[in-house]
């Protein structure tokens, strides 16, 4: 293990960033001195910053450097794809304490670049400090859009019809599987500590969950998905939203987000929500309500978008979107209807990391 003091900062990042190659026009000039230099002439700049904490944002107990690296990327990347533009530059910022080595921060690095080399994104730059209180991530995507074509969370309109990618609550299902990994792990350690059992302690070194049957669940997790895919079929259909985001914090917020900005309401169908198979069993096996996972469990990176009644046609026969409602008058309020057709006030629920 090296310790990262002995290259310094300028070191580190040199080590980090040596190798990286521009795979875009716009970027000038990448990293390696005060700033990127980067040239729009016929765009709108799009510009989306994340900062992710230790102990808020993810645990190191069960998550790995390279999966945090790629989700760190691939959270940036999916904000700038929900405004309808084409993610190009990137700036990663760490803070870290003493216990990281610099092969932590290849592995960091390596998971960081998998995600950018998959969308054609250029890391041009960043900074690297210490820190007293564990890992943290400030990232900033610099992405563009053609004038005129970004996409709000403003311009929903009453009976635009409400659509999303892939499925929901899977993500959340991942984290409460590793969560629970975890506490039965020490739960078997203060055990073991209070019978002295040093053939005990010694056995859970290499303790090892059983998540066979649960993958999908924790890929969803550790390694969300910006979903380009989706925004190349919208372009290819001719699809413009009339207003998108992408689901980080869970469904009904989202949907609020989207309501309140469009001075609109809207109704959606507990029935159309899409879950995957695993997200139903393992909410079955916490005993937790399946539908209220899906609607404010949050990190699923998918895209909630709504498009004109008119183009309902096409988005039906989109692969991985689902029409889950429409949007309605305000004085309607923002409603779920159940299976059995009730209906109900739709609260947001979702992640609220200053709670």
Avoid at 89 to 109: N, P, T
Avoid at 234 to 260: F, Q, Y
Avoid at 288 to 309: K, Q, R, S
Avoid at 312 to 337: C, F, N, Q
Wanted: include cysteine; proline fraction near 3%; charge should be negative.
């Amino acid at each position: 293990m090296t310790d990262i003091s002995k290259l310094g900062e300028f070191g580190l990042i040199e080590r980090l960033t040596k190798d990286i190659k521009s795979k875009n026009e716009s970027t000038v000039y990448g990293a390696g001195d005060d700033c990127a230099v980067l040239a729009y002439p016929n765009s709108n700049v799009l510009v989306t910053t994340d900062m992710l904490m230790e102990g808020v944002h993810f645990d190191l107990t069960y998550t790995d450097l390279q999966h945090l690296g790629y989700k760190s990327a691939m959270v940036n990347i999916s904000d700038i794809f929900a405004m309808n533009g084409t993610p190009r530059q990137m700036v990663v910022s760490i803070a870290l304490s003493k216990r990281f080595c610099v092969e932590d921060m290849d592995e960091f690095y390596s998971g960081l670049r998998m995600a950018c080399d998959k969308w054609g994104v250029d890391i041009v730059g960043g900074d690297t400090t210490s820190s007293y209180t564990g890992l943290a991530i400030s990232i900033t995507c610099i992405g563009e859009v053609l004038p005129g074509e970004a996409v709000y969370r403003n311009g929903a309109k009453d009976t635009d019809l409400i659509c999303v990618s892939g499925d929901l609550g899977a993500a959340y299902m991942g984290l409460q599987l590793l969560e629970r990994e975890k506490t039965v792990y020490y739960q078997q350690v203060d055990e073991a500590k209070k019978k002295n059992d040093k053939r005990a302690l010694e056995s859970l070194r290499g303790f090892q969950p059983d998540f066979a049957g649960k993958e999908y669940l924790l890929q969803r997790q550790l390694q969300p998905e910006a979903r380009g895919d989706i925004m190349r079929l919208l372009h290819e259909n001719n699809v413009r939203p009339t207003a998108m985001m992408d689901i980080s914090d869970g469904l009904s917020s989202e949907l609020h987000h989207i309501c309140k900005q469009s001075n609109c309401g809207c109704r959606i169908y507990e029935k159309n929500i899409p879950i995957d198979y695993q997200t139903a069993v393992m909410a079955e096996e916490l005993n937790m309500n399946v539908t209220t996972c899906a609607l404010n469990g949050g990190e699923d990176y998918e895209l909630l978008f709504t498009v004109p009644i008119g183009d309902h046609e096409k988005v039906s026969a989109m692969d991985d979107v689902k029409i889950i409602g429409h949007i309605t008058r305000p004085e309607l309020g923002m409603m779920l209807v159940s299976r059995d057709g009730n209906e109900f006030e739709l609260k947001a629920q979702g992640w609220n990391p200053l709670a």
